[in-house]
Nanobody, 113 residues
Framework: QVQLVESGGGLVQPGGSLRLSCAASRTIFSVDVMGWYRQAPGKERELVATVTTGGLTNYADSVKGRFTISRDKNTVDLQMDNLKPEDTAVYYC?????????WGQGIQVAVSS
């Protein structure tokens, strides 16, 4: 199974920016899909954005125009701009390799004044 190591996150004021990064290890193959999900307190985990090896991206409607996902081999970044309080959640890196899904430990993002 792929191991995912996340970095970034933290506390930011509304309107601010943060960047999350995630690196996949324990594989010599190119991961098929990488991306980010998030889970707010009391809510289910939801898709934020994903990107394939071919560069196809998919975004949740709530983040379109504010978040940008990018990828370099087996590293994926999420640039989050114009953050809102409702973006507060634990963000999880996600990867799919040969139909097997892997998850990171999660990283906290808090948007508050």
């Amino acid at each position: 199974q792929v191991q995912l190591v996340e970095s970034g996150g933290g506390l930011v004021q509304p309107g601010g920016s943060l960047r999350l990064s995630c690196a996949a290890s324990r594989t010599i193959f190119s991961v098929d899909v990488m991306g980010w999900y998030r889970q707010a307190p009391g809510k289910e985990r939801e898709l934020v954005a994903t990107v394939t090896t071919g560069g196809l991206t998919n975004y949740a409607d709530s983040v379109k125009g504010r978040f940008t996902i990018s990828r370099d081999k087996n590293t994926v970044d999420l640039q989050m701009d114009n953050l809102k309080p409702e973006d507060t959640a634990v963000y999880y890196c996600y990867a799919v390799l040969r139909l097997t899904s892997s998850w990171g430990q999660g990283i906290q993002v808090a948007v508050s004044s």
